[in-house]
């Protein structure tokens, strides 16, 4: 086994199969991925419905599908792979520390390092869940694992907290397998996961959704035995007179997914408090030089096909990095939130980029806006230099919005740009 | 019905399992048992793991009296046990005149208990020791003998070793009723049988009061749980600056909620004291957080809401028991006692706070009752105090870490991400002298699924390890014992299916 390599990614989800798959094309020699699990495809390995690949095949797939098409490619690339491996350390020098049964302790050095570790699920104890502890009480991607992967059902009778996307893909997934998903319950006014999976997972299975509505308590000493649901105030208070016991077995997480970067902060990586995904430039490079990040690591996405995009775009960079040991300097300019915006990743935009090619800002309303929207990218003069319309905006989906190489002297001036989101007047 | 007995220690919590494990050094047969599918799953699986110094006790107090000489067994039992033990000193911090008047008291408290090297320390000298403290706090008690423990871990190993020293455990085994010819105590029926004995040490925690009701002993003695609720921040997101603890000033409720270091690397932050009306009520609830979170807040204002891992909660077996000297005007006191009444009963009750501390020091007393009660106690030639630790992969070197894996290619697979918990450390658990056949009893061992995601990556890998290594279907795996499975049947029957199929064919 090699020592060194010129682009090391970490994680084989669709961000690290895309940034593996660019780099090889861009000129890196040895490209290696190494992954924790005993397959490739991260978590699309265990999401087995479709809609997968809209985006960029034009096609509806299910994930391992999506995810075999990129593990092919790598493979016809000539990237390398470590599985079953676990990366323990990075440094900011760019040398990984891993382990695995075979090869037991590894340490390699790599010119560049691509981040792609994905994003965990908050669990009960992230959302202050009041109640006794027993079994039965799963975030959803954990159910999704038992249910897809292992071949087993974690309940027969549940409730899902949240309507967060994972949370209504298994609602109808576990519907299908014969066990009564008897409420989504979601805190929030609004639904924080897309549209078509309501329709499809809850609506055409006759799932019952609730909103401003939670959890209350978890009852029960050794297994779930029942939950109690309480409706909540838009500052979150219980509303007296709510509250309905309903018996179940299970209790099922979906309130939402956090970029996990513990390896990140170990190699030096700053962190946005609000993504909680490292600061990247437009080419998804890290406050470290050499480092850089892709997918669900650097911000939860809503579709994989931007999540493999934006691994295009880190793996470029990452082969870029590895062959001149430095990517060209350039004058960057920072990219913030403005009205109506929980955040805009990249959080920098380097002025040059827009000569060749287009710069992908995706960005979060923080309140929804049910009628049309103007999305713009403003100077600090308030002058617009891109702008696009919606027909709406909502939190649980992601705003996309271009800046094309018309832009590039509009940008060459700014000092900072602000992205914002307001009603169309 | 068996051989009897020399003793039969009822509750395999920290108590039971000190005295198990000190009267294991004699010539004893001893059986310990517990209701419960694990040790250590009362009293002692939710507590603030502080080893206290000793200075909160009444003087005169048999919590005094254990607390004093417990803290000072600590440093070699745990060498012995093979277990974290961190002598790190406490502070009790004073940010008013009154709260100073009690900083004095509890000086005197201290002095009285023969407790060394305790200062008070101005607020400046404390803030530089934790430049995270409250910007206000005028004062502080420094107790350098006080330190943090791992309560698990401790009620484990010494369950383990008195195992090792041939004394029988048995789990899963509920106290029913007492044996008795006339005032003597003969044996002791359970869930699993009856069983002779010469001796019962009542050390049923929560149930102490029931249990020694049943041998007719202490009729007004009463236990009500009182609740303690706890919160535990990521370790890669909050620590304080030194490994320590940080009480308030004390109050009639208790020692008041903390925030300290725990020897995993995280802070921790609790208990509130709230009586329930069950003992087995270790629910966490939204007024108890908001409770001990702005307790928390105003010993360390930097702690963060976001950087909440876990909620727990568990339950003091707080009794009613006035101090055997009478001068001394004081109501909820360990129990340690032959009772007058009733031959071959040792009884503990009440056993709260220091109770974890105070345990190794109740085991002892244990045997000076025994052997007053004309108890000839013979040491063993062969008894062996220590209790090798197994190997914990995330406190190796990164040379040893490569030599284990070359020794054992299990240890080369991470099962927890968050708290670097290998497959060889899990198997060695199922197969360790008290073997762990839960969810449960593995994450207390291995500390896995304790981290940032809750056993949310581990969960199902821990599942097949179990499933493979106890020889049973991934559905009979549970969490904490029958009625906890976590899985309930396969999707989708096909192997039926086919089989009708070749039926039809």
């Given at each position: 086994m090699?020592h060194t390599?010129?682009?090391?990614?970490?994680?084989?989800?669709?961000?690290?199969?895309?940034a593996?798959?660019?780099?090889?094309?861009?000129?890196?020699?040895d490209v290696l991925i190494?992954e924790r699990d005993?397959?490739?495809g991260?978590i699309?390995?265990?999401?087995?419905?479709?809609?997968?690949g809209?985006e960029i095949f034009?096609?509806d797939?299910?994930?391992?599908?999506?995810?075999?098409?990129f593990i092919?490619?790598a493979?016809?690339?000539?990237?390398?792979?470590?599985?079953?491996t676990?990366?323990l350390d990075?440094?900011p020098d760019?040398?990984v520390?891993a382990i695995?049964?075979?090869?037991g302790y590894?340490?390699?050095?790599a010119?560049?390092i691509?981040?792609a570790m994905?994003?965990?699920?908050?669990?009960r104890?992230?959302i202050?869940?009041p109640g006794?502890?027993?079994a039965g009480?799963y975030t959803?991607?954990t159910?999704q694992r038992?249910v897809n992967?292992?071949g087993r059902?974690?309940?027969?009778?549940?409730?899902?907290?949240?309507s967060g996307d994972?949370g209504m893909?298994?609602a109808?997934r576990l519907?299908?397998?014969?066990a009564?998903?008897k409420r989504?319950l979601?805190?929030?006014?609004?639904l924080?996961?897309?549209?078509r999976?309501?329709?499809?997972?809850?609506?055409?299975?006759g799932?019952t959704?609730?909103?401003?509505?939670?959890v209350?308590?978890?009852i029960?000493r050794d297994r779930?035995e029942?939950i109690?649901?309480?409706s909540?105030?838009?500052?979150?208070?219980?509303?007296?007179g709510?509250?309905e016991?309903?018996p179940c077995d299970s209790?099922?997480?979906s309130?939402?997914?956090i970029p996990?970067?513990?390896?990140?902060k170990?190699a030096?990586?700053?962190?946005?408090p609000v993504t909680n995904?490292p600061?990247?430039?437009?080419r998804f490079?890290?406050?470290?030089p050499?480092?850089?990040?892709?997918?669900n690591v650097?911000h939860?996405y809503?579709l994989?096909?931007?999540?493999t995009e934006a691994?295009?775009?880190?793996?470029?960079?990452?082969?870029?990095f590895?062959q001149a040991e430095?990517i060209p300097e350039g004058k960057?300019v920072a990219l913030e939130?403005?009205?109506n915006v929980?955040?805009?990743?990249?959080?920098?935009?380097t002025?040059?980029?827009?000569?060749?090619?287009?710069?992908?800002?995706?960005?979060r309303?923080?309140t929804?806006?049910?009628?049309?929207v103007?999305?713009t990218?403003?100077?600090q003069?308030?002058?617009?230099?891109a702008?696009?319309?919606e027909p709406?905006?909502?939190p649980?989906?992601i705003?996309?919005?271009?800046?094309?190489?018309?832009?590039?002297e509009?940008?060459?001036?700014?000092v900072k740009?602000?992205v914002n989101?307001r009603?169309r007047? | 019905?068996?051989?009897?007995?020399d003793v039969?220690i009822?509750?395999?919590?920290?108590?039971?399992g000190?005295?198990?494990?000190?009267l294991?050094?004699y010539e004893?047969?001893i059986?310990?048992i517990d209701?419960?599918?694990d040790?250590g799953?009362?009293t002692?699986?939710g507590?603030?793991a502080?080893?206290h110094?000793g200075?909160?006790a009444?003087?005169?107090t048999n919590?005094a009296?254990?607390?004093?000489?417990?803290?000072?067994m600590?440093?070699?039992?745990?060498q012995?046990?093979?277990i974290?033990y961190?002598?790190c000193?406490d502070y009790v911090?004073?940010?008013?005149k009154?709260?100073m008047?009690?900083?004095e008291?509890l000086?005197?408290?201290?002095?009285?208990?023969?407790?060394?090297?305790?200062?008070?320390?101005?607020g400046e000298?404390?803030?530089?020791r934790?430049?995270l403290?409250?910007?206000?706090?005028?004062?502080?008690?420094w107790?350098p003998t006080?330190?943090?423990?791992d309560?698990?871990?401790a009620t484990?190993a010494?369950?383990?070793?008195?195992?090792m020293?041939g004394?029988?455990?048995?789990?899963d085994t509920?106290?029913?009723?007492?044996?008795?010819?006339g005032d003597?105590i003969?044996?002791?029926?359970t869930?699993?049988?009856?069983?002779?004995?010469?001796?019962a040490?009542?050390a049923?925690?929560l149930?102490a009061d029931e249990?020694?009701?049943?041998?007719?002993v202490?009729?007004?003695f009463?236990?009500r749980p009182?609740?303690?609720?706890y919160?535990?921040?990521?370790?890669?997101?909050f620590?304080?600056?030194?490994?320590?603890?940080?009480f308030?000033?004390p109050?009639?409720k208790?020692?008041?909620?903390l925030v300290a270091?725990?020897l995993h690397?995280?802070?921790?932050?609790g208990?509130?004291?709230n009586?329930v009306?069950?003992k087995?009520?270790r629910?966490?609830?939204k007024?108890g957080?908001e409770e001990?979170w702005s307790g928390g807040?105003?010993?360390?204002?930097?702690?963060?809401r976001k950087h909440?891992?876990?909620e727990?909660a568990?339950?003091?077996?707080?009794?009613?028991?006035p101090?055997?000297?009478?001068?001394?005007?004081y109501?909820q006191?360990?129990i340690?006692e032959?009772?007058d009444k009733v031959h071959g009963?040792?009884?503990?009750?009440?056993?709260?706070?220091?109770?974890f501390t105070a345990?190794?020091?109740?085991?002892?007393?244990?045997?000076?009752?025994?052997?007053?009660?004309?108890?000839?106690l013979t040491?063993?030639?062969?008894?062996?105090?220590?209790?090798p630790?197994?190997?914990v992969f995330?406190h190796?070197?990164?040379?040893?870490?490569?030599?284990?894996?070359?020794?054992?290619p299990?240890?080369g697979r991470i099962?927890?991400?968050?708290e670097?918990?290998t497959e060889g450390?899990?198997?060695?658990?199922?197969?360790a002298?008290?073997?762990?056949?839960?969810?449960d009893?593995i994450?207390?061992?291995?500390?896995?699924?304790?981290?940032?995601c809750q056993?949310g990556f581990?969960?199902?890998?821990?599942v097949?390890?179990?499933a493979e290594?106890?020889?049973?279907p991934?559905?009979e795996?549970?969490?904490k014992?029958?009625?906890s499975?976590?899985?309930?049947r396969?999707?989708k029957?096909?192997?039926?299916d086919?089989?009708n199929m070749?039926d039809?064919?």
């Amino acid at each position: 086994m090699k020592h060194t390599y010129d682009v090391i990614v970490i994680g084989s989800g669709p961000g690290g199969l895309a940034a593996a798959i660019a780099a090889k094309e861009n000129g890196a020699g040895d490209v290696l991925i190494i992954e924790r699990d005993i397959e490739l495809g991260g978590i699309l390995v265990q999401c087995i419905h479709n809609g997968f690949g809209l985006e960029i095949f034009d096609e509806d797939m299910p994930g391992p599908t999506y995810a075999q098409h990129f593990i092919e490619k790598a493979r016809g690339t000539g990237v390398d792979t470590l599985m079953d491996t676990m990366v323990l350390d990075i440094t900011p020098d760019r040398t990984v520390y891993a382990i695995n049964k075979s090869q037991g302790y590894i340490q390699l050095v790599a010119r560049a390092i691509v981040l792609a570790m994905g994003c965990r699920e908050r669990t009960r104890a992230q959302i202050l869940l009041p109640g006794s502890r027993p079994a039965g009480v799963y975030t959803a991607g954990t159910a999704q694992r038992f249910v897809n992967v292992e071949g087993r059902m974690p309940g027969e009778q549940f409730v899902i907290l949240g309507s967060g996307d994972i949370g209504m893909i298994m609602a109808r997934r576990l519907t299908i397998e014969g066990a009564k998903v008897k409420r989504v319950l979601e805190i929030m006014p609004y639904l924080t996961g897309l549209t078509r999976n309501y329709v499809q997972c809850l609506l055409d299975y006759g799932i019952t959704l609730q909103k401003q509505r939670t959890v209350n308590r978890i009852i029960g000493r050794d297994r779930v035995e029942a939950i109690e649901a309480v409706s909540v105030d838009e500052s979150w208070n219980p509303i007296p007179g709510t509250k309905e016991v309903i018996p179940c077995d299970s209790l099922l997480l979906s309130v939402g997914l956090i970029p996990e970067n513990e390896l990140s902060k170990k190699a030096g990586v700053l962190l946005d408090p609000v993504t909680n995904g490292p600061y990247v430039d437009d080419r998804f490079m890290t406050n470290v030089p050499g480092i850089f990040a892709a997918g669900n690591v650097v911000h939860v996405y809503d579709l994989v096909d931007w999540v493999t995009e934006a691994g295009y775009v880190a793996g470029k960079g990452a082969a870029q990095f590895a062959q001149a040991e430095a990517i060209p300097e350039g004058k960057q300019v920072a990219l913030e939130a403005g009205e109506n915006v929980r955040y805009v990743v990249p959080h920098k935009l380097t002025k040059a980029s827009l000569a060749e090619e287009l710069v992908r800002l995706q960005m979060r309303a923080v309140t929804p806006i049910e009628e049309r929207v103007l999305v713009t990218v403003e100077d600090q003069d308030g002058e617009v230099i891109a702008k696009k319309g919606e027909p709406y905006a909502r939190p649980g989906e992601i705003i996309s919005l271009t800046i094309k190489p018309k832009s590039f002297e509009a940008v060459q001036k700014a000092v900072k740009l602000t992205v914002n989101v307001r009603k169309r007047k | 019905m068996t051989n009897p007995y020399d003793v039969i220690i009822i509750g395999a919590g920290i108590a039971g399992g000190m005295v198990a494990r000190f009267l294991s050094k004699y010539e004893l047969d001893i059986l310990l048992i517990d209701k419960e599918v694990d040790v250590g799953m009362g009293t002692s699986s939710g507590n603030s793991a502080a080893i206290h110094a000793g200075y909160d006790a009444l003087p005169g107090t048999n919590k005094a009296l254990t607390n004093v000489i417990g803290v000072d067994m600590w440093p070699r039992l745990s060498q012995e046990l093979g277990i974290q033990y961190e002598r790190c000193g406490d502070y009790v911090v004073a940010v008013d005149k009154e709260d100073m008047l009690v900083l004095e008291e509890l000086l005197e408290r201290g002095a009285h208990n023969e407790v060394p090297n305790l200062e008070i320390i101005s607020g400046e000298a404390m803030r530089r020791r934790e430049p995270l403290l409250r910007p206000d706090a005028i004062g502080a008690l420094w107790a350098p003998t006080g330190g943090i423990g791992d309560p698990f871990a401790a009620t484990i190993a010494a369950a383990e070793n008195a195992v090792m020293n041939g004394v029988d455990l048995k789990l899963d085994t509920a106290f029913k009723d007492f044996i008795m010819e006339g005032d003597r105590i003969t044996g002791v029926r359970t869930s699993q049988g009856d069983f002779n004995c010469r001796w019962a040490v009542n050390a049923a925690g929560l149930y102490a009061d029931e249990v020694m009701h049943k041998a007719g002993v202490r009729p007004e003695f009463n236990i009500r749980p009182r609740r303690g609720e706890y919160l535990i921040l990521d370790k890669a997101d909050f620590q304080l600056t030194n490994t320590t603890i940080l009480f308030p000033t004390p109050s009639e409720k208790g020692k008041g909620i903390l925030v300290a270091s725990t020897l995993h690397g995280n802070v921790i932050v609790g208990p509130n004291a709230n009586f329930v009306d069950s003992k087995e009520n270790r629910d966490v609830s939204k007024e108890g957080i908001e409770e001990i979170w702005s307790g928390g807040k105003k010993l360390v204002p930097a702690i963060n809401r976001k950087h909440i891992i876990a909620e727990f909660a568990g339950l003091r077996a707080t009794g009613n028991a006035p101090t055997p000297n009478p001068e001394i005007d004081y109501n909820q006191d360990f129990i340690i006692e032959i009772p007058d009444k009733v031959h071959g009963l040792v009884n503990l009750g009440g056993i709260e706070s220091p109770g974890f501390t105070a345990a190794p020091a109740i085991a002892i007393k244990v045997i000076e009752l025994l052997e007053s009660a004309g108890e000839v106690l013979t040491e063993k030639m062969d008894w062996n105090p220590v209790r090798p630790p197994r190997p914990v992969f995330r406190h190796l070197s990164r040379e040893e870490q490569a030599a284990l894996i070359a020794k054992d290619p299990a240890y080369g697979r991470i099962v927890c991400r968050c708290e670097t918990v290998t497959e060889g450390e899990i198997r060695a658990e199922v197969h360790a002298p008290i073997p762990a056949d839960t969810y449960d009893a593995i994450k207390r061992r291995t500390w896995l699924g304790t981290g940032r995601c809750q056993g949310g990556f581990d969960m199902p890998r821990v599942v097949s390890i179990l499933a493979e290594e106890l020889g049973i279907p991934e559905e009979e795996v549970t969490k904490k014992g029958k009625g906890s499975e976590l899985l309930f049947r396969r999707t989708k029957d096909v192997e039926e299916d086919y089989l009708n199929m070749e039926d039809l064919l």
